[in-house]
């Protein structure tokens, strides 16, 4: 994890420090390109309870619970999940499997308390747990029984008798919803599923405009760039301006001469890469034709419907 985003450290006592984001690293969902159809729903249920508290709690609801932010690699799932945050005016707790899980015995569940102990006294605040499958993976894919004690130490401060989360919010990110066990999904738990899907192509254009505009290029069509790498995550465009600077690096090393990123030079590159989410979305297309009785997972469903009419309508599939 980034050392500028790292919300934890050893006390001296020896139980974990956790401490919020810093203001600088704050974002708003005008940060964020595209998903405004996400960014729409996750106001509603999410955002407007911590903003207009009064008139939710006069249906009974209030700020706060747990909510399961899924997709593919290096789509923004935490980026996101910092949006969410910023839009809340909540601080933002950025916390890793790694902060948690201890090879001690009682150590873990001492971290998560110390946790839920420091974010109480600081809300209105986010929670975001990365990987949160390696914690609540299915109970059949568990290798080490002994986490089934951290597990429980999780959940009862999720949504145990005396905990007490109002204005706190927890989301958990992951690759694999589906490896995720039930009792994490139960109500009061991340019973809210969002799919975060891989930046559309206004969004693509502005990853590219963002990740280009501060260094040596030509005259650029950020439009032209975006239209040819459709599936590709926000970190596959960064892995692409990162290579072609690399090579651009290395052509004046050896001729002595100024060069600029071309337009030439992006494509070039898209042309010999594949986007990394292919590989993730040929495994989710089974898990949304044979595991989705429940409907969870309707809208990764409806993206890859209106992908195959999309490469129909351009020709790529008959």
Do not use: H
């Not at 997709?71 to 980026?79: E, L």
Request: proline content about 3%.
């Amino acid at each position: 994890m980034d050392e500028k985003l790292k919300n934890s450290v050893g006390g001296e006592s020896g139980v974990k420090i956790f401490e919020p984001i810093g203001e600088k690293y704050k974002l708003t969902f005008s940060d964020v390109g595209g998903l405004e159809k996400l960014k729409k729903e996750a106001n509603i249920k999410i955002i407007q309870p911590f903003k207009n508290p009064a008139l939710f709690k006069k249906f009974k609801k209030s700020a706060g619970g747990g909510i399961l932010l899924y997709g593919a690699p290096g789509c923004g799932k935490s980026y996101f999940a910092r949006a969410i945050a910023g839009e809340c005016g909540a601080a933002f707790y950025n916390v890793t499997i790694e902060d948690i899980l201890d090879m001690y015995v009682g150590e873990s569940e001492k971290n998560i308390k110390a946790l839920f102990d420091t974010v109480r006294e600081n809300r209105p605040a986010v929670i975001f747990i990365d990987e949160i499958d390696a914690l609540g993976r299915k109970r059949e894919l568990l290798r080490n029984s002994s986490l089934t004690s951290t597990i429980n130490a999780f959940l009862s401060q999720m949504d145990g008798v005396e905990s007490d989360n109002e204005n706190i919010l927890i989301i958990g990110a992951t690759n694999a919803p589906w490896d995720v066990d039930s009792a994490f999904k139960r109500t009061g738990r991340f019973d809210r599923t969002f799919f975060i899907p891989p930046p559309d192509e206004k969004a693509r254009e502005e990853i590219f405009t963002l990740y280009l505009q501060e260094l040596p290029i030509d005259r650029l069509d950020y439009k032209k760039l975006a239209q040819l790498t459709e599936a590709y995550s926000g970190a596959d465009i960064k892995g692409i301006v990162d290579r072609v600077s690399e090579s651009i690096i290395e052509q004046i090393l050896e001729s002595g001469e100024e060069l600029r990123i071309t337009q030439e030079d992006l494509v070039e590159l898209i042309e010999q890469t594949k986007p990394t989410t292919l590989e993730w979305f040929e495994m989710a297309k089974n898990v949304v034709e044979y595991a989705n009785a429940s409907g969870v997972y309707d809208e990764l469903k409806e993206f890859l419907s209106n992908r195959i009419k999309s490469k129909k309508r351009m020709g790529f599939l008959s």
